[in-house]
C-alpha cells in the first residue's frame, strides 16, 4: 500500500462535551455567514434567500471543515446523507458532502502515541519493531499505519479516534439538530430512519472484533479464487480499538487506468462477479465502494480487498427480490420489475401510471446493459450521465420521493460504486452473460 496522500494533521476532539461544543460552533460560524451574507445583500438593494446564504461559498467550506475534523459520526452521517439523498440536495451541499467522502484530517503524534498506550498499554512498542506515525490512509472512523511485528513481518494496523466509539449517539443527535435547523434536508423526506441507519451502522464499524470476524470470513470465502487478495487477521495485535492484518503490497486501483484493456477488463470483470457472488451466494457483502477499498499489484493482477467495516449479511428475501428484478430486466417483463422493485423497496406502491412509465423508463436504462447485445463497454459511454439526468427530474417530482431501507440503498451503493470505477478504469465486461447466471 503505497503512495500515502498529503494528509492534513488535526487532533481529534474527545469527549462528548468537546465534540458537542465543535458542533455548537459550526452553528454559530454558519449563522454569523449568513448574516454577514444578507447585509451585504442588502446593501447591494438585493433580497437575501435563505438557501444561498446557508449555502455561501464561506458556509460551504466551514461545514466540510468542522465535519471533518470531527470524523467520527458527524463525517459519516454527511457520508450517508450523500449516499442517500444526494439527488434531492442542492449542489452546494452535495458539494460538501462529497469532499467529506474522500477527505479527513490525521491525528498529530501525541494524540497518536495515547491511542496506541489506550490500545496496547503503556509497554506497546514490545510488540512492534518498529510503527510508521504517518498513516497510509485517514477516514472517518479511525486511520491505517504500517508497521513490523519484532520478527519483521509487515502489518498494517487500523487505529480508532480516541472518543469516537462513546461520541456515536451524541454526534449524530447533533448532526440531526444541526441539518433541521439550517432547513437544507427537505422536509418531504423523514430523516429518522437515516438517523437510525447512521446509527447501527457506526456502532457496527467502531466495533473491529466484529470487522476481524468478517476479515476472516472473506478470506475463506475467496481463499480458491486467486484473483483476490484478502489481508490476513493478526489477533495477537487486534484489539477493541486497534485492527491488525497483514500488509499487502499494492497500488491505487486508479492505476489500472493505463493498464492495457484486457488488463482493466479482467479486473473489473472480477469486481462485478465478486459482488454477484456477495449478494446471491455469500449472502456477505462489503457494502463500502470507496475506491480506496481496492488496490491492484501490477506483478500478479490481483485485487487487494480492503475494509470490511461496512460488511453487512443480505436477507434472503432481499437476495430473492433482487434475482426476481434480474429475471424481470432480463426478460423485459415491466409489471414483474415494478413488483420486484416495490419487493425490495426500491419504490413505494400505489404509484399513478405517469410515475410508474417514468420510473420504468429509468430501470430500462439499467437493464439495457445486462441484455446486451454482447459486452458493456464503460469507456465513453454516457449511461451515468443520462441516470443521473432522469434521477434529477424523479427528484423534481415530490410524489416519487422515497428513501428505500437500508438493505437496499446499500446494495444499491455498492452496484453504483462499481459503476464509476469501471467507467474510471475504461472496461469492457461481458455483463449480460455475468447476469445470466444468476438470473
Given at each position: 500500500?503505497?503512495?500515502r496522500p498529503d494528509l492534513r494533521i488535526r487532533a481529534v476532539p474527545e469527549g462528548r462535551f468537546a465534540r458537542a461544543r465543535r458542533m455548537g460552533g459550526l452553528a454559530t460560524g454558519l449563522a454569523s455567514g449568513m448574516a454577514l451574507g444578507g447585509a451585504q445583500a442588502l ?37 450517508l446523507l450523500s449516499m442517500e439523498a444526494g439527488d434531492l440536495l442542492p449542489p452546494e451541499l452535495e458539494a460538501v458532502l462529497a469532499r467529506l467522502r474522500a477527505d479527513a484530517h490525521v491525528m498529530p503524534p501525541k494524540q497518536l502515541k495515547q491511542v496506541l498506550e489506550t ?111 484478502v489481508p490476513r487477521l493478526d489477533p495477537d495485535r487486534t484489539r477493541p480499538a486497534a485492527l491488525a492484518m497483514s500488509f499487502e503490497p499494492s497500488e491505487p486501483v486508479e492505476r489500472l487506468a493505463d493498464a492495457p484493456p484486457e488488463i482493466r477488463d479482467r479486473a473489473v ?171
Open positions: 500500500m503505497t503512495d446593501l447591494k438593494g438585493q433580497r437575501p434567500r435563505l438557501p444561498e446564504l446557508m449555502l455561501s461559498p464561506g458556509n460551504v467550506a466551514r461545514m466540510a471543515d468542522r465535519l471533518s475534523e470531527m470524523r467520527g459520526a458527524a463525517m459519516k452521517l454527511g457520508q490500545a496496547y498499554g503503556a509497554e506497546f512498542r514490545r510488540l512492534f519493531r518498529s510503527f510508521d506515525t504517518r498513516p497510509l490512509a485517514a477516514a472517518s472512523i479511525g486511520q491505517v499505519h504500517r508497521a513490523l511485528t519484532p520478527e519483521g513481518v509487515p502489518l498494517a494496523v487500523k487505529l480508532q479516534y480516541p472518543g469516537v466509539a462513546g461520541a456515536i449517539d451524541s454526534d449524530l443527535d447533533n448532526a440531526a439538530a444541526l441539518i433541521r435547523w439550517s432547513g437544507l434536508w427537505p422536509a418531504e423526506l423523514d430523516i429518522g430512519p437515516l438517523m437510525a441507519e447512521a446509527r447501527r451502522q457506526l456502532h457496527e464499524e467502531a466495533d473491529y472484533a466484529r470487522e476481524g470476524r468478517a476479515l476472516a470470513r472473506f478470506g475463506d470465502l475467496l481463499a480458491e479464487d486467486d484473483r483476490f487478495v470483470t472480477a469486481l462485478i462477479e465478486l459482488c454477484l457472488r456477495e449478494l446471491f451466494e455469500f449472502r456477505l457483502m462489503q457494502t463500502d465502494p470507496n475506491f480506496a477499498n481496492y488496490r491492484w499489484r501490477p506483478e500478479t493482477g490481483q485485487i487487494v480487498l480492503l475494509d470490511f467495516g461496512a460488511t453487512r449479511e443480505i436477507s434472503e428475501e432481499m437476495a430473492e427480490g433482487y434475482r426476481a428484478l434480474l429475471r424481470a430486466g432480463l426478460g423485459g417483463d415491466p409489471d414483474a420489475t415494478m413488483r420486484a422493485l416495490e419487493r425490495i423497496g426500491f419504490i413505494r406502491p400505489g404509484l399513478s401510471e405517469r410515475h410508474r412509465a417514468t420510473i420504468l423508463d429509468m430501470a430500462g436504462m439499467g437493464f439495457a446493459i445486462l441484455r446486451g447485445p454482447g459486452p458493456f463497454d464503460f469507456r465513453g459511454n454516457d449511461f451515468a450521465e443520462r441516470v443521473r439526468a432522469r434521477g434529477m427530474e424523479i427528484g423534481n417530482e415530490r410524489e416519487l420521493w422515497h428513501i428505500p431501507p437500508a438493505e437496499t440503498l446499500f446494495l444499491q451503493r455498492k452496484i453504483g460504486g462499481l459503476y464509476l470505477l469501471a467507467t474510471r478504469l475504461g472496461a469492457c465486461v461481458e455483463i449480460p452473460a455475468l447476469a445470466a447466471r444468476y438470473a
